[in-house]
């Protein structure tokens, strides 16, 4: 999704990155030449996308903000906001996307990218039913969000709801590669917190009946010698309405 987004607001000179998490998405915004602020309700993360800023050299803006609430720029501020699968997590999504508008100055654009359902995303499903059936579902109680907005119907008339126009929505599919279910495991335990905490708690026997369950659950994805996990997101891309309305 990140790719698709970057071309989704191509050209824009001040661009806002909410939810920006770890930078990676804001980074590549800056690398692309525009002017960027990333914000985030995380100071963790917020530290960690100023060091991957400062490890590619960009130059962007970070700061501490909730999208929950009212934005911290006065109106027109930007001319593209970009939000990479944190949308999903929003209290009140239509709300949130109104802010994006508020922000944008007039005919601005604003590209969002979500999850689609967890039934689409076995790399993500799959883990986290593993670790229901070893461990019990109160510790797979995580990431409910995930796949909340990931109806394209649903995505779209958000965006309408928040009063942008030009909305268009559609799904990008890809996969996951992976040797087996040990190796799938071990990638997002290092990039999804929520595995990576389930992970630092696990013995030695819990391990290894999550890695045997896993394999179970991901084996009707093997093709050729590996595991190709499907992935789905739902990409939104809007405009602010134009002083006339149109």
């Known amino acids: 999704g990140q790719a698709e987004l970057l071309t989704a607001v191509a050209g824009a000179r ?17 690398e692309a030449g525009a002017s960027v602020t990333g914000v985030d309700t995380s100071p963790e993360r917020l530290e960690h996308a100023a060091r ?18 009212p934005l911290p720029f006065v109106d027109e501020s930007f001319d593209a906001v970009t939000s990479r699968l944190s949308l999903m997590a929003a209290d009140d999504p239509v709300s949130t996307v109104r802010e994006f508008g508020r922000v944008l100055s007039v005919d601005g654009r604003v590209a969002t990218a979500v999850w689609g359902p967890p039934a689409e ?18 510790r797979a109680d995580f990431a409910r969000a995930f796949g909340r907005l990931g109806d394209v119907g649903k995505a779209t008339q958000l965006h309408v709801d928040a009063g942008l126009t030009a909305v268009e929505a559609r799904i990008l599919r890809g996969y996951v590669v992976a ?54 997101l739902v990409l939104v891309t809007a405009r602010r309405r134009s002083n006339d309305g149109a």
């Open 179 to 232: 040797d087996d279910a040990v190796d799938h495991w071990n990638r997002v335990a290092r990039i999804i917190g929520h595995f990576r905490r389930v992970d630092r708690a696990l013995n030695g026997t819990e391990r290894n009946a999550i890695s045997v369950d896993l394999a179970a659950r991901l084996e009707p994805y093997r093709e050729e010698g590996v595991l190709r996990l499907p992935r789905l």
């Open 14 to 30: 001040r661009v806002l990155d909410a939810g920006c998490g770890s930078g990676r998405l804001t980074v590549a915004l800056a």
């Open 121 to 138: 995303n076995p790399w993500f499903a799959a883990p986290r039913a593993a670790i229901a059936a070893v461990l019990g579902p109160e």
């Open 52 to 69: 991957r800023a400062t490890a590619s050299g960009a130059d962007l803006r970070l700061c501490e903000a909730d999208f929950n609430l």
